[in-house]
């Protein structure tokens, strides 16, 4: 049996939670519940089916629920990613996912928002009080069916010339359950195999592929329709697992379910995203400041 999903928490779930060589804590802040899920050894990170490296998730308040700048969420979400991004240099944020799709929209949503400054730089960052900028690029990918490009060439080849200290990658991902659609995040510093979640695996970004550590930001927007049934049936058998996949996924074409408001759920996810990386990356400015330059 295969139950899909591309959240840690989950991946845990399934796996059983004696799974050895993986440190695991959760703790309260704010209204939100943040676990942190270090997988430490080969043998955890075949049975978890994830790679070796910190896994980060936060359960938050709906987010079709609107989020302000002010709010001392942004700054806690931000605080959890800076703790996974080196401390200076130049950042290079990616949006993957299909803007045309509304549930795979999330990182280009999110990118959008995000403060790109680079090209700030000499006298005019001096003259107007931005030399306190970290440098940051911004790069939506799009997906292969539209560009032809695979993601990671797209990535690779833009780090090649850029040689920044850290990728970020946003993309949407898919969970096991619907109640964690819209409500939860994931931030990981094991990079990302765009797709997986709904059996579209592309080649993977992660640090041996691109130069550089690579963190990865996501929202689930997704359940695969046969997980849910599962799930929810509490299916522990081979027998009728098989029974359903051939009803649910005839000939391996997999369905996904996704929630009816999803088009305010990308844009307030999105939104999200986007503040918690510009708090994350500009260190030595105030959000506020950051709001005013959006």
């Given at each position: 049996?295969?139950?899909?999903?591309?959240?840690?928490?989950?991946?845990?779930?399934?796996?059983?939670?004696?799974?050895?060589?993986?440190?695991?804590?959760?703790?309260?802040?704010?209204?939100?519940?943040?676990?942190?899920?270090?997988?430490?050894?080969?043998?955890?990170?075949?049975?978890?089916?994830?790679?070796?490296?910190?896994?980060?998730?936060?359960?938050?308040?709906?987010?079709?629920?609107?989020?302000?700048?002010?709010?001392?969420?942004?700054?806690?979400?931000?605080?959890?990613?800076?703790?996974?991004?080196?401390?200076?240099?130049?950042?290079?944020?990616?949006?993957?996912?299909?803007?045309?799709?509304?549930?795979?929209?999330?990182?280009?949503?999110?990118?959008?928002?995000?403060?790109?400054?680079?090209?700030?730089?000499?006298?005019i960052a001096r003259s107007t009080g931005l030399d306190r900028l970290r440098p940051v690029a911004?790069?939506?990918?799009?997906?292969?069916?539209?560009?032809?490009?695979?993601?990671?060439?797209?990535?690779?080849?833009?780090?090649?010339?850029?040689?920044?200290?850290?990728?970020?990658?946003?993309?949407?991902?898919?969970?096991r359950r619907l109640e964690r659609l819209g409500c939860t995040l994931q931030i990981s510093d094991?990079?990302?195999?765009?797709?997986?979640?709904?059996?579209?695996?592309?080649?993977?970004?992660?640090?041996?592929?691109?130069?550089?550590?690579?963190?990865?930001?996501?929202?689930?927007?997704?359940?695969?329709?046969?997980?849910?049934?599962?799930?929810?049936?509490?299916?522990?058998?081979?027998?009728?697992?098989?029974?359903?996949?051939?009803?649910?996924?005839?000939?391996?074409?997999?369905?996904?379910?996704?929630?009816?408001?999803?088009?305010?759920?990308?844009?307030?996810?999105?939104?999200?995203?986007?503040?918690?990386?510009?708090?994350?990356?500009?260190?030595?400015?105030?959000?506020?400041?950051?709001?005013?330059?959006?």
């Amino acid at each position: 049996m295969e139950l899909r999903t591309d959240l840690a928490v989950e991946a845990r779930e399934l796996a059983g939670d004696d799974v050895g060589g993986v440190e695991y804590s959760v703790r309260k802040e704010l209204g939100m519940e943040i676990s942190r899920m270090n997988v430490k050894t080969h043998n955890a990170s075949v049975k978890l089916k994830k790679e070796i490296g910190t896994y980060i998730t936060i359960d938050v308040p709906a987010m079709t629920d609107n989020i302000l700048a002010t709010d001392e969420r942004i700054r806690a979400i931000g605080r959890e990613i800076r703790q996974l991004i080196p401390v200076n240099g130049l950042a290079l944020v990616c949006g993957l996912g299909n803007p045309e799709i509304t549930p795979d929209a999330l990182g280009p949503k999110s990118v959008s928002g995000v403060l790109a400054t680079r090209h700030i730089t000499g006298e005019i960052a001096r003259s107007t009080g931005l030399d306190r900028l970290r440098p940051v690029a911004v790069l939506s990918t799009g997906v292969t069916g539209q560009t032809g490009i695979e993601t990671l060439e797209y990535i690779e080849s833009i780090s090649k010339k850029l040689r920044p200290n850290v990728v970020i990658v946003v993309d949407a991902l898919a969970s096991r359950r619907l109640e964690r659609l819209g409500c939860t995040l994931q931030i990981s510093d094991t990079g990302i195999s765009p797709g997986a979640g709904v059996q579209n695996h592309r080649k993977r970004i992660d640090q041996g592929t691109v130069g550089a550590p690579v963190i990865s930001v996501g929202v689930p927007t997704v359940v695969d329709a046969l997980t849910l049934v599962c799930d929810t049936l509490k299916v522990d058998d081979a027998k009728t697992y098989e029974e359903l996949k051939s009803s649910l996924s005839p000939e391996n074409r997999s369905m996904v379910v996704t929630p009816k408001e999803i088009d305010l759920l990308i844009d307030r996810a999105g939104r999200l995203i986007s503040m918690c990386l510009n708090y994350a990356l500009q260190q030595n400015v105030d959000m506020e400041i950051i709001e005013s330059l959006m």
